[in-house]
């Protein structure tokens, strides 16, 4: 049995919700999306994975208990930037065993910026003691100084790093479930406020609300459009002990064996998801999957970013379109589902069959640990 | 200077030297840990953070990216004096708790 990303849904991100907004609402509307979005009821799901930092103290049971669901296969995810690939990964291999026919894959937050402030702080427990104290406020020092290291190994400045915000905000502008559309000049972004140098107001994600949902399922539900099968998906976790630089992450250590499996090589992809927390992080993962081939990050960035003939993150990303906590994990993955579904209005990459994602996160103590890529392929992979 | 000088962990089967301290060794997986003395690093990177969401900072911060000469790399306050590519000792701030990279002496 093939397993087949058959739905997809966003629940609207936004700066401040709407009153009576929960996680567990936020999370239910993006389910309710995917579910009409694959022609399925709820009756017919009976898989459930959730990721979630504000569903606490409730986890998947208790959500499914919420939405009315009966599943015989249940997951707790706690991946963070990495959730969404996460889930898919495990949902897929529940459906080809045959432990289930539909599963719902959740990743959601709906948190202030008071929130996200205890949040980072009580990260771990690593966060807690060594880096709540210094304070660092979240992830944007530590990537501000991971930034310098690239900086300094590929002679980039920040007009290199701008590619990546500028072009994902020109892809924002066709996607109306963006939060930032309005255009982005390069002086706009050099002449904003620096959050921690050399990171300005717009190398950070904006902090929004919001969810996001697919269906895996077994291929048979797949509508006319035959669905998005997973070509090959590749993890890797605690690949450097928190000890490297961060100027690699674990998708080095697989990128030869996923488009070995894949069949495919990265020139071939018709567009890419790829983990947007912070520029740096988009430049980084592409090298380590073989997308720069010479090794020249900036030729790089400015031939196939600011063009952007390598069409990446065209919603927009979680730059333009905001990181809703978890979802930031499942948003890229939803945005590729759309391409290759040809659902993608406005900013639809024309011929899309190939699609790589990537997803990256959960900052130990330096940086991130978790590392996932996915080969997709839509039209049902015929 | 008040700060006590931080701890590093030495694997007592291995030599491994760690931080933030692991419960089992990742070189040789033994639990039999010893405590010493930092020792020196370099303070790599610095950045002064300015914004953070919430609560907000009371006034921009400085922090560096430290190698210890013993292997662990880790984040520190930076004090006065501090400068990209200096030589620093880390303590624990006796208020707060945090790391501190001052100006080796």
Redesign the interface.
């Known amino acids: 049995m093939r397993a087949a990303i058959v739905g997809s849904g966003e629940a609207p991100y936004a700066r401040r919700p709407p009153a009576g907004t929960t996680t567990a609402t936020a999370l239910a509307d993006a389910a309710t999306r995917a579910l009409a979005d694959a022609n399925l009821k709820p009756a017919d799901i009976d898989g459930l994975a959730v990721a979630s930092f504000s569903l606490a103290p409730d986890h998947a049971i208790d959500l499914a208990w919420q939405l009315g669901l009966k599943p015989r296969w249940l997951m707790d995810e706690c991946g963070g930037g990495v959730a969404g690939l996460n889930m898919l990964q495990h949902a897929v291999a529940a459906v080809e065993r045959g432990e289930a026919r539909a599963v719902l894959c959740l990743a959601g937050d709906v948190m202030g ?6 949040l ?1 702080d009580s990260f771990n427990s ?1 966060a807690r ?3 709540a ?6 992830p ?3 990537f ?2 991971l930034t ?2 690239h900086a300094a190994a590929h002679g980039l400045g920040r007009e290199d790093y701008a590619t990546v915000p500028l072009s994902q905000r020109a892809w924002a502008a066709a996607n109306p479930g963006a939060v930032y559309r309005d255009p982005l000049a390069l002086k706009d972004y050099l002449d904003a ?6 990171l300005g107001r717009f190398d950070c994600v904006p ?1 929004v609300s919001g969810a996001n949902a697919i269906v895996v399922a077994d291929a048979a539900f797949a509508g006319a459009d035959g669905g998005v099968v997973i070509r090959a998906q590749r993890s890797s976790f605690n690949a450097d ?3 490297g ?1 961060g100027l690699s992450t674990g998708l080095a250590t697989i990128a030869e064996e996923l488009w070995a499996a894949a069949a495919v090589g990265p020139d071939e992809v018709d567009l890419a998801g790829v983990y947007d927390d912070y520029p740096v992080m988009v430049l980084l993962q592409l090298q380590d999957l073989g997308f720069i081939a010479d090794g020249d990050v900036r030729r790089f960035a400015h031939e196939w970013l600011a063009t952007r003939d390598l069409p990446v993150n065209t919603s927009g990303g979680q730059l333009s379109a905001g990181q809703a906590g978890t979802a930031g994990g499942m948003h890229l993955l939803v945005e590729a589902v759309r391409q290759l579904r040809g659902q993608a209005a406005g900013r639809q990459v024309e011929r899309a069959r190939l699609a790589l994602v990537t997803g990256y996160g959960m900052v130990l ?2 940086h991130g640990a978790c590392s996932s890529a996915v080969v997709l392929e839509g039209g049902g992979g015929g | 200077m008040n700060a006590a000088e931080l701890a590093v962990v030495v694997c007592c089967e291995c030599g491994q030297v760690a931080f ?1 301290p692991p419960v089992l060794c ?1 070189a040789c997986g033994a639990r039999n840990w010893a405590s010493e003395p930092a020792g020196p690093g370099i303070a ?2 610095l ?9 907000g ?1 009371e006034q921009p ?1 400085r ?3 430290v190698r210890l000469r013993r ?7 930076a004090a006065p004096g501090v400068e990209a590519g200096g030589t620093v000792r880390v303590g624990v ?1 006796p208020d ?4 501190v990279a001052e100006v080796a002496p």
Request: hydrophobic content about 45%.
């Open positions: 910026s008071a929130g996200f402030g205890r980072v690593v003691r060594y880096l104290p210094l304070p660092h406020g979240g944007n020092a530590l501000a100084l310098q290291r406020p620096l959050v921690a140098d050399p902090v002990g928190q000890q630089e103590y330096r | 933030p990742p790599e990177q950045t002064e953070l300015r914004r953070v969401a919430g609560a900072l911060v922090l560096a990216a292997g662990p790399a880790l984040v520190a306050r701030d707060d708790g945090a790391l």
